[in-house]
């Protein structure tokens, strides 16, 4: 069973920020909420992970509501080269990746 | 950081004859994985393969049909069985993704697209 929820696809305009949700309500007290994406023909590159508290690094804001049942992903000025396929993943540690459907992210100019 | 090379990147293949795909990494690590990804579909994670004991499949993937072998620590290979067009996917090999410090994030390699024909 998918353990997160996420919108089929997406588009952003070329400069403003894209937010990617994700709904995860099952999510338990030491699983972690990763994100990664798929850029066609490529292998997924993994984005930025968080616990409870948001995080923010060189590509990407991670917000996670108090409840944790959920998370967006903010991309703070999308670009045409972050058009993908954007994947939210509930874990544990030592448990391996799964991958749900993820979110089809197009970046339009 | 890893960076993991696949060989071959891309191949058309006849039904029924096997292909072996090369994973190698630049960097000793514990477990590689492999995935597959099929046509418009996310990733599957086929198994886990392990220096010195045998790979662990996932439901749905056994070992007759997708063979692995891990020589060491930098290196692993996954056949492709007795193919059919229903195999014709992506095949990715991925290293790291495992525990809860902070270097938790999983690396992939380019894949290989195969077509069976």
């Known amino acids: 069973d998918a353990k997160t929820t996420q919108p089929t696809s997406m588009d952003c305009a070329e400069g403003r920020a894209a937010n990617l949700p994700c709904n995860h309500s099952?999510?338990?007290?030491?699983?972690?909420v990763y994100w990664y994406r798929q850029i066609h023909s490529q292998g997924p590159q993994y984005i930025i992970h968080g616990l409870k508290n948001n995080e923010t690094n060189e590509m990407a804001s991670l917000i996670i509501t108090e409840d944790r049942k959920s998370s967006t992903l903010i991309l703070p000025h999308a670009t045409l080269r972050d058009t993908a396929v954007y994947y939210c993943i509930v874990r544990d540690a030592g448990n391996m990746l799964t991958f749900g459907g993820g979110t089809r992210l197009m970046v339009k100019p | 950081s890893a960076v993991i090379s696949q060989k071959p990147s891309r191949d058309i293949c006849q039904r029924g004859t096997s292909l072996t795909i090369q994973c190698q990494v630049d960097s000793q690590v514990t477990m590689m994985f492999w995935y597959r990804q099929q046509p418009g579909q996310s990733l599957t994670l086929i198994a886990t393969?392990?220096?010195?004991?045998?790979?662990?499949?996932e439901s749905g993937f056994v070992i007759d049909k997708f063979p692995i072998s891990r020589p060491n620590l930098t290196f692993s290979t996954l056949t492709v069985s007795n193919m059919s067009p229903e195999d014709s996917s992506i095949y990715l090999c991925?290293?790291?993704?495992?525990?809860?410090?902070?270097?938790?994030?999983?690396?992939f390699g380019q894949g290989t697209r195969l077509t069976v024909v």
């Open positions: 991925s290293v790291g993704g495992g525990g809860t410090g902070k270097n938790t994030e999983a690396f």
């Open positions: 099952t999510i338990s007290g030491n699983e972690y």
């Open positions: 393969a392990n220096q010195g004991s045998e790979a662990t499949y």
